[in-house]
T-cell receptor, first 110, second 112 residues
Framework: NAGVTQTPKFQVLKTGQSMTLQCAQDMNHNSMYWYRQDPGMGLRLIYYSASEGTTDKGEVPNGYNVSRLNKREFSLRLESAAPSQTSVYFC?????????FGPGTRLLVL | GENVEQHPSTLSVQEGDSAVIKCTYS??????FPWYKQELGKGPQLIID?????GEKKDQRIAVTLNKTAKHFSLHITETQPEDSAVYFCAAGPPGRRALTFGSGTRLQVQP
């Protein structure tokens, strides 16, 4: 039981490049989330998916898109990366309330 | 929407002392209040949570208290140990499966 896994662990992009952050969970949870973590700002919600086939915007969705591919997988896409998107990205899943987090993806946009 | 404020941002204590971290929230509909611990280079992990129908909950050296009227909740760690050193986040959540709103975090350092 791996819990929540994220790939890649670390990525460097140039401004304007695109990439997809992958997240998968093997706990059969319905809800999944993407957060970004910046120094002194805690965790801010980008997008979430309450169930397979649904997605909703969070607090900071601009510049991102998501896909809930199936119950296990929830991906986050940056179409045209900007330096302001340099951050640590966390995926989480929950069966009801308690959220279980992945190890994070560190993204540096130059 | 919900707004969660967390204090202090940094806290340094001597091993064996107690540590207290406080959070306030704005949305009276929130009814779920978890606390997460984040070690360096890792994702946050739940350490304790409380729901709005309970005023206090304890798990060994960790306790959480909730004052619904004042809209604040606190994390208490007794007999602190060096391995308690980490960043702690509070959060507040509405009913249902919508996402949590997190505080800005408290960096706790326990000096041996």
């Amino acid at each position: 039981n791996a819990g929540v896994t994220q790939t890649p662990k670390f990525q460097v992009l140039k401004t304007g490049q695109s990439m997809t952050l992958q997240c998968a969970q093997d706990m059969n949870h319905n809800s999944m989330y993407w957060y970004r973590q910046d120094p002194g700002m805690g965790l801010r919600l980008i997008y979430y998916s309450a169930s397979e086939g649904t997605t909703d915007k969070g607090e900071v969705p601009n510049g991102y898109n998501v896909s809930r591919l199936n119950k296990r997988e929830f991906s986050l896409r940056l179409e045209s990366a900007a330096p302001s998107q340099t951050s640590v990205y966390f995926c989480a899943s929950t069966p009801k309330e308690t959220q279980y987090f992945g190890p994070g993806t560190r993204l540096l946009v130059l | 929407g919900e707004n969660v404020e967390q204090h202090p941002s940094t806290l340094s204590v001597q091993e064996g002392d107690s540590a207290v971290i406080k959070c306030t929230y704005s949305d009276s509909a929130s009814n779920y209040f978890p606390w997460y611990k984040q070690e360096l280079g890792k994702g946050p992990q739940l350490i304790i949570d409380i729901r709005s129908n309970v005023g206090e909950k304890k798990d060994q050296r960790i306790a959480v208290t909730l004052n619904k009227t004042a809209k604040h909740f606190s994390l208490h760690i007794t007999e602190t140990q060096p391995e308690d050193s980490a960043v702690y986040f509070c959060a507040a959540g509405p009913p249902g499966r919508r996402a949590l709103t997190f505080g800005s975090g408290t960096r706790l350092q326990v000096q041996p």
